[in-house]
Nanobody, 122 residues
Framework: QVQLVESGGGLVQAGASLRLSCAAS????????MGWFRQAPGKEREFVAA????????YYADSVKARFTFSRDDAKNTVYLQMNSLKPEDTAVYYC???????????????WGQGTQVTVSS
């Protein structure tokens, strides 16, 4: 029943790196677009990154550009978010999502994982 499962979160110090994983069902992995969103306590869910696998088009939020990288492993039906130079403001629950068009709003994605917590201390 679970189509997306995130893992790889944790507690790290500022400047450290983490790699988040999102394991997908084969059906979900065939979706054109996958994205990462995050939500901090008391804040709305915000866009982090998304890729259209058919066109290789990619978009990163300005706050993470040059620090985060989206990739995938077809053999494992898994996508990854490599996060470098982490900052305290990156602290949030990170969610993997799947959709059909590259977009920055949650409403454009209809399949979501349960989230993984990332905490960055100063």
């Amino acid at each position: 029943q679970v189509q997306l499962v995130e893992s790889g979160g944790g507690l790290v110090q500022a400047g450290a790196s983490l790699r988040l994983s999102c394991a997908a069902s084969e059906r979900t992995f065939r979706r054109s677009v996958m994205g990462w969103f995050r939500q901090a306590p008391g804040k709305e869910r915000e866009f982090v990154a998304a890729i259209n696998w058919r066109s290789d088009g990619a978009y990163y939020a300005d706050s993470v550009k040059a620090r985060f990288t989206f990739s995938r492993d077809d053999a494992k039906n898994t996508v990854y978010l490599q996060m470098n130079s982490l900052k305290p403001e990156d602290t949030a629950v990170y969610y993997c999502a799947a959709g059909w068009s590259l977009a920055t709003t949650p409403r454009h994605y209809d399949t979501w994982g349960q989230g993984t917590q990332v905490t960055v201390s100063s």
